[in-house]
């Protein structure tokens, strides 16, 4: 699946506790924004820039979910992106397909599997990039992070996308685009999602796209760090 961008530039960025930027989606997940700052962009502790479940909605996207039916049970798989979703119980729905680039992540996580009104698949996470001159400091959160399944056996939508360009990446908050969890034993979690940084590297908080839990775990995410490597 392929992705538009926009653009928009700024000098710096100041978050500060309990102030939160949310990318705009011009009402589709391929259409995503990149933040430009000539200058620096700071994030205190408390604040973040978020783009949690604002991928694909449960049942769909290119590494969308599935369902499976017998009787009274709805088990669904967990959605892909940068990893496997998970199987549902049993194995009797296979999880989605991973897909995107590791050295270009543009896509959201694709939505967990759901099953009609019975069981309701977690949105995938969105996208977000930024671009950043001087300093990038992340005492807060950046995150892309999958929803969880909802009802007898939804599956957990997968993370989505964070690509982060700084002369300096710097703080101890952290960065996430990991997949949401299935419904307790039935549902499969989903994938994690896509992190690529580049630039000079001094963050030392966490930096996870883990897969969610449920009846099988989704697979992990990428995590690439030119010079640095993947893990």
């Known amino acids: 699946a392929g992705s538009t961008s926009s653009f928009v530039s700024f000098v710096n960025l100041f978050l500060n506790s309990n102030s939160w930027l949310i990318p705009a989606y011009n009402y589709s997940p391929e259409s995503t924004m990149t933040f430009?700052?000539?200058g620096n962009a700071t994030i205190q502790s408390g604040g973040g820039i978020v783009a949690d479940l604002a991928g694909y909605v449960g049942g769909q996207g290119p590494g969308a979910g599935r369902s499976y039916t017998?009787?009274?049970?709805?088990?669904?798989?967990?959605?892909?992106?940068?990893?496997?979703?998970?199987?549902?119980?049993?194995?009797?729905?296979?999880?989605g397909i991973p897909y995107d680039s590791m050295t270009a992540p543009g896509n959201p996580g694709s939505g967990g599997g759901t099953y009609a009104s019975y069981s309701q698949?977690?949105?995938?996470?969105?996208?977000?990039?930024?671009?950043?001159?001087?300093?990038?400091?992340?005492?807060?959160?950046?995150?892309?992070?999958?929803?969880?399944?909802?009802?007898?056996?939804?599956?957990?939508?997968?993370?989505?996308?964070?690509?982060?360009?700084?002369?300096?990446?710097?703080?101890?908050?952290?960065?996430?685009?990991?997949?949401?969890?299935g419904v307790d034993t039935s549902g499969g979690g989903g994938g994690g999602g896509m992190i690529y940084?580049?630039?000079?590297?001094?963050?030392?908080?966490?930096?996870?796209?883990y897969g969610g839990g449920g009846a099988n775990w989704g697979g992990a995410g990428t995590v690439l760090i030119p010079g640095t490597g993947q893990f």
């Open 121 to 181: 698949g977690g949105a995938g996470g969105g996208v977000i990039r930024l671009t950043v001159t001087g300093t990038l400091e992340v005492d807060g959160i950046i995150s892309a992070n999958g929803g969880s399944g909802s009802g007898l056996g939804g599956g957990g939508g997968a993370g989505g996308s964070i690509w982060l360009g700084a002369g300096t990446l710097s703080g101890a908050g952290s960065v996430a685009a990991n997949g949401g969890n």
């Open 197 to 209: 940084i580049s630039g000079k590297n001094s963050f030392s908080g966490p930096i996870t796209a």
């Open 70 to 95: 017998s009787g009274t049970t709805y088990p669904c798989s967990g959605g892909a992106h940068g990893g496997y979703g998970g199987s549902s119980l049993g194995n009797l729905a296979t999880g």
């Open 36 to 38: 430009i700052f000539t």
